[in-house]
């Protein structure tokens, strides 16, 4: 504290206090919003409520007056609880945007025959099959998402585009979880079957009743909010700072632009939103929103023929940074 300037009379601190007076007039905007376009015309526009935080954090209390405290077990707690649900947010919005960003239709399941709880070695196998696949196939992208299995086995689920070369996928994860070279060449050239020697397998998974059945691939939106379900469940269950997913660095990151809304009730946010992605040329609108929480989430994509093309103008919103 300082360089300070000390007010005796108000018993605060004037650059403080000065602040937290700032954030009374920043109190009128009520909503913000973030853009985000994704590659292949893909958008998303996600809106939430703006509390200053100086107005969280403000202590009208003179800061030579107040003694240092230490956090309880409790509050550490609670803190690390924070910090996990924020963090578990991040990566279900990278999984999201990845996922939709490389066009994924389909998924794989890579597995273990017994019954592997070591995330540290799971992570390291990965990273070696991938290595291997992409001698064939150098271009290749995906998003890896880890479940725990009911009997405590870990899997990989992983989101990719197209049709694959299954037997290349095998092959690779057979040698990188320790399958003996020998037994990988009598399965690949003399086709003798592996049965119960086999250490893993590589499974293509159609889209079950609820995540769109009765089709061959997946839609997109479905697919990520598959893949963000177990984003999820890994926060709850796993060790802090272990890694929940993986994607290939070939991917177009996504251009995010925020803005803050002219609005000061729920309803004109919605409206407000939908200009802000109508105006990027998306169509096929889908719109999900909790009244209560005055969140707010719009998805939509620009057809192939039009991106490049939109002429709609740019709402005249007041753009920010974090």
Known sequence: MQNTIYDEKRGVNLEQYQAWAAALDMSQK??????????????????????PPVLKDYNPIPWQDRLPRFRT????????????KRSSKRARQ???????????????????????IDRVQVAKQWKEFVRLFRIRHPDWSYVAVLE?????????HVAVQGRQDI???????????????????????????????????????????????????WKRDKLASYLTKYIGKEFEESEKNAKKYWH???????EITRFWLRAQTMDEAVLEARDLIFYTGADSLSCWGEWDAGVLWFTGET???NIGKVTQCAPDFEMFED
């Open 30 to 51: 009520k909503y913000r919003a973030k853009l985000v376009k994704l590659a292949h015309g893909q958008t998303e526009v996600s809106v939430t409520p703006y509390i």
């Open 167 to 217: 037997r290349w996928l095998l092959r690779c994860w057979l040698i990188a979880i320790g399958q003996p070279l020998e037994d990988v060449s009598q399965w690949l050239v003399g086709g003798v079957k592996l049965a119960e020697r086999s250490l893993g397998a590589v499974n293509v998974e159609p889209p079950k009743k609820r995540w769109g059945g009765g089709q061959s691939h």
């Open 248 to 254: 290939s660095n070939n991917m177009a990151k996504p």
């Open 303 to 305: 057809r192939r023929e």
């Open 94 to 116: 990278n999984v999201r945007y990845y996922t939709k960003a490389m066009l994924a239709d389909h998924m794989l399941t890579f597995s273990y025959r017994e019954n592997v």
């Open 73 to 84: 077990d409790e509050e550490e707690a609670e803190r690390d609880e924070e910090n996990r």
């Open 148 to 156: 725990k299995q009911e009997r405590g086995s870990l899997h990989i």
